[in-house]
């Protein structure tokens, strides 16, 4: 069955970095656009980043445009989230799914930014 293992998070400072992983199993991962999602304390999940089949064309959500850089390795069915500058409103459980998400979903990894 479709399944996402997120890994990476942890407790950085402000202006510091992380590097998140989301191996995905279950599916061809190489036909998708891959996203990286994320739900803050409180809020609704939100999209922050797309990348598109072939990595050809990456998106960002305005708020972190610039300071994250999504890839994917499709030999290893892996698709990362590079995070730098990171901020205290970037705290949040992160997610990867499809651009158009399955309804399986992983159990996310924690990102706190916080000094």
């Known amino acids: 069955q479709v399944q996402f293992v997120e890994s990476g998070g942890g407790l950085v400072q402000p202006g510091g970095s992380l590097r998140l992983s989301c191996a995905a199993s279950g599916f061809t991962s190489r036909g998708y656009s891959m996203s990286w999602y994320r739900q803050g304390p409180g809020k609704e999940r939100e999209l922050v980043a797309t990348i598109s089949v072939g990595s050809w064309v990456s998106n960002y959500a305005e708020s972190v445009k610039g300071r994250f850089t999504i890839s994917r390795d499709d030999v290893v069915n892996t698709v990362y989230l590079q995070m730098r500058s990171l901020k205290p409103e970037d705290t949040a459980v992160y997610y990867c799914?499809?651009?158009?998400?399955?309804?399986?979903w992983g159990q996310g990894t924690q990102v706190t930014v916080s000094s």
């Open positions: 799914n499809t651009d158009k998400p399955f309804d399986s």
